[in-house]
């Protein structure tokens, strides 16, 4: 209902004098139409529709494709699939090529295309050579590095954290050392360690120790050493007493 009225406010101009429709997968909007409302936030929200001419045509949701793909979010798959696709192509086809030049890839690659693969974890889609329904990425830097720079540097990644990083970049692609690359990553970069926040729990206030009832129950003792010899002696040993701070 706040949607609504939303765009009828923002498009009012064209809407004032004018008899429109309102189409919704919201069976409950219809009572806009009637002018009911139950809450008082939707009481509010009705006579703020009062001086137009509008009528509510519900829709059922399965019939309604195209608003009820916008509205939810999309599976593992798809999101992976659109994921892979905004990543530049260079960088994707030295993934592809990196499973070339890493011998224990080579070797589950083969298995897998004959089908005697003994690795339940890897499937070969005839496309990706996935892990877990995750894109492996072959033991080469360059690849690697792209795919960091990628969701950490772009406005996709927006200089998040490791965590956060690696849950974007791990959810997708997968390499052995995964978060140990990451976290050597945003290390070295010079807008987290100028712009971020300290993210640790506050540490709370200072304890003092707590003062001694009588002297000389607590002391501190400390060396002064590199003195000119004075009887074959170079160190002083200080004493020191808490409560009256008198010095040996």
């Known amino acids: 209902m706040l949607a609504a009225l939303v765009a009828v406010k923002k498009w009012s101009a064209y809407l004032v004098g004018r008899h429109f429709k309102i189409k919704t997968d919201h069976q409950s909007l219809r009572f806009l139409a009637e ?21 509510v045509i519900y829709k059922k949701g399965s019939t309604n494709v195209v608003a009820d793909t916008l509205s939810k979010r999309p599976g593992v798959e798809e999101g ?43 499937l070969w889609d005839g496309k990706w050579l996935r ?14 590095r792209d795919l960091m720079l990628y969701f950490h540097y772009s406005p996709i990644g927006g200089h998040s954290g490791v965590e956060v990083t690696t849950r974007r970049l791990g959810s997708i692609f997968y390499w052995k050392g995964l978060r140990k690359n990451i976290k050597a990553l945003v290390r070295e970069c010079g807008v987290c360690q100028k712009k971020k926040r300290d993210l640790n729990h506050p540490r709370g206030l ?11 129950t607590s002391i501190s003792m400390d060396f002064i050493e590199g003195l000119p010899n004075s009887k074959k002696k170079d160190v002083i040993l200080v004493v020191v007493d808490r409560l009256t701070k008198y010095a040996l």
């Open 35 to 55: 002018n009911q409302a139950i809450t008082p936030a939707q009481q509010k929200w009705v006579v703020k529709m009062l001086g137009y001419d509008y009528e």
């Open 80 to 122: 992976q699939l659109l994921a892979i696709s905004s990543v530049n192509s260079e960088v994707m086809t030295r993934v592809v090529s990196s499973w070339a030049t890493d011998d224990r890839l080579k070797k589950i690659m083969e298995e897998l295309q004959k089908g005697t693969s003994h690795y339940s974890k890897y």
């Open 131 to 144: 892990r877990k329904g995750r894109v492996v990425v072959g033991n080469s830097e360059e690849p690697r």
């Open 206 to 216: 200072l304890q003092p120790l707590p003062i001694p009832e009588t002297v000389w």
